[in-house]
């Protein structure tokens, strides 16, 4: 059994920071193909500012998250900052008790986190974004928890899904962000949001199980 904390929430963002850290030359070099080459170190200096909260300073995991969510705001420039930190703060509008994580709380929390990205950027699934890494979690997980798998049972299927989602977005034409700028020439690149959404639950699997 898992409880969710702080302290917990504080294990995840921390473990994605170092994720980042370790991948952004990678997440960059996805981005100069249809982008502007800067994904990972948006990406690396927005998960930095995280890192360095204090969860003994933070009364719950919501605490932690939405103030999570607005370091991301704050701190990175571009697309991705406004999209993470959405997601963030929804987690954590979300996740309101601490206490036992179930399979279908964290389920909950992503679909959360998915509805206030697609409110704020207003992608479709199969406009190669990080939507689409994300939605593929967000099924798996409500998928698992309908059926009563278990939380590390339910982490791991979003976090499979996931990496489905963002292989998908090879395929794709971007409609939006940059890459749309470059039409029918985006395909054949992977998404770099999608790739940073499925190392984000990868690390959510690791950590939250
Ligand atoms: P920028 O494009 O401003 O340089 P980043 O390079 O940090 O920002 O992030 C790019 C990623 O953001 C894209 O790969 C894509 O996954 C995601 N993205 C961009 N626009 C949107 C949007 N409207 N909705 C969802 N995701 C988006
Ligand atoms: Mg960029
Ligand atoms: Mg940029």
């Known amino acids: 059994m898992s409880d969710l904390s702080a302290q917990m929430i504080s294990t995840w963002l921390k473990d994605y920071a170092n994720v980042i850290n370790e991948n952004a030359s990678y997440l960059t070099d996805l981005d100069r193909q249809i982008g502007d080459a800067d994904h990972g170190s948006n990406m690396a200096r927005g998960m930095t500012a995280v890192a360095s909260l204090d969860p003994a300073s933070f009364a719950s995991a919501s605490a932690l998250l939405?103030?999570?969510?607005?370091t991301l705001v704050s701190t990175v420039?571009?697309?991705?900052?406004?999209?993470?930190?959405?997601?963030?703060?929804r987690l954590g509008t979300s996740l309101v008790e601490d206490g036992e994580l179930t399979s279908a709380a964290f389920a909950r929390a992503i679909k959360a986190g998915l509805d206030g990205i697609v409110a704020r950027g207003k992608a479709s699934p199969g406009d190669k974004t990080l939507v689409d890494a994300l939605t593929e979690a967000v099924q798996a997980a409500q998928q698992a928890a309908d059926q009563g798998k278990d939380l590390p049972a339910t982490l791991q299927a979003a976090s499979s899904a996931a990496e489905k989602g963002r292989d998908?977005?090879?395929?794709?034409?971007?409609?939006?962000?940059?890459?749309?700028?470059?039409?029918?020439?985006?395909?054949?690149?992977?998404?770099?949001?999608?790739?940073?959404?499925?190392?984000?639950?990868?690390?959510?699997a690791r950590c939250l199980a």
């Open 66 to 70: 939405k103030k999570a969510g607005m």
């Open 77 to 89: 420039g571009g697309a991705s900052g406004p999209l993470y930190g959405t997601f963030f703060l």
């Open 168 to 204: 998908a977005t090879i395929d794709m034409v971007a409609r939006r962000g940059r890459a749309s700028y470059l039409g029918e020439r985006s395909k054949g690149h992977q998404d770099p949001g999608a790739t940073s959404m499925a190392l984000l639950i990868d690390s959510a």
